[in-house]
């Protein structure tokens, strides 16, 4: 059965989610705030997610975001903002359709049933599960933003995590050098290999079991780096 995460902070309307989509054999979670959201997100992966931009604690759009660091569930936007400024940074944050209020419960679930159908037909990307990227060495809770290796705690700097993060969102895709260095240390260092080579040995010492012959983290010779799951 397809798992839905509804997340809304107006009590009434995420009911009349819930009873609906369980009325449709749906399973159905519900979160009020974007905090709720990713802890139930990480605990029971959705298939799907249906989000509200305005939320109490945080904007729908940062919610989208930090679901797509591990999940390629669909997501559905379905808020008051009708703006094309609102509808273009959900989208470019990982929405893949958007919907305003009020709206029609039946196009509502017709968009729910197409979203699901294109999930079904594609093949699955991420070594994630549940916001976790688990190795035959190492362990990343990337909700967390921990990393354990033989179930201990692998201190790792914010540049190190950035890019490790970069790398396992990306698993088996070739990351180019310029990419890399504009994300973490921003347009400014687009030609500054020489950080990248400094900070993936730093990374290989703490997670590869031989870090001159890494299994994990690759270096493909004047091009970039990637995550081998």
């Known amino acids: 059965m397809t798992r839905v995460l509804v997340v809304e902070d107006d009590a009434q309307l995420a009911r009349a989610l819930v009873i609906n989509l369980r009325a449709r054999r749906y399973v159905v979670d519900a979160a009020p705030d974007g905090a709720t959201a990713l802890a139930l997100a990480a605990s029971e992966p959705p298939d799907v997610l249906i989000v509200d931009l305005g939320l109490p604690d945080m904007d729908g759009v940062d919610v989208i975001r930090a679901v797509r660091r591990w999940s390629r569930s669909p997501v559905l936007v379905l808020s008051a903002r009708s703006g094309s400024e609102d509808k273009i940074r959900a989208l470019d944050a990982g929405a893949d359709d958007y919907m305003t209020k009020p709206f029609s419960m039946d196009e509502l679930l ?6 699901t159908r294109r999930t079904a037909a594609a093949p699955a990307e991420a070594p994630a599960t549940g916001g976790r990227v688990v190795t ?9 933003k921990k990393v354990k290796r033989v179930d201990r705690d692998v201190r790792l700097t914010p540049t190190e995590w950035h890019l490790l993060e970069i790398l396992i969102c990306n698993p088996g895709c070739l990351i180019s050098q310029r990419r890399l260095l504009q994300e973490v240390w921003g347009p400014t260092s687009s030609t500054k290999t020489n950080y990248l080579r400094v900070y993936m040995a730093q990374l290989r010492r703490k997670l590869e079991v031989d870090p001159s012959h890494p299994r994990y983290l690759i270096t493909e010779p004047g091009m970039g780096y990637r995550f081998e799951p």
Request: glycine residues 0%; aromatic residues 6%.
């Open 110 to 115: 017709a968009r729910l049933r197409a979203a």
């Open 136 to 144: 035959d060495e190492f362990t990343v809770d990337l909700v967390a």
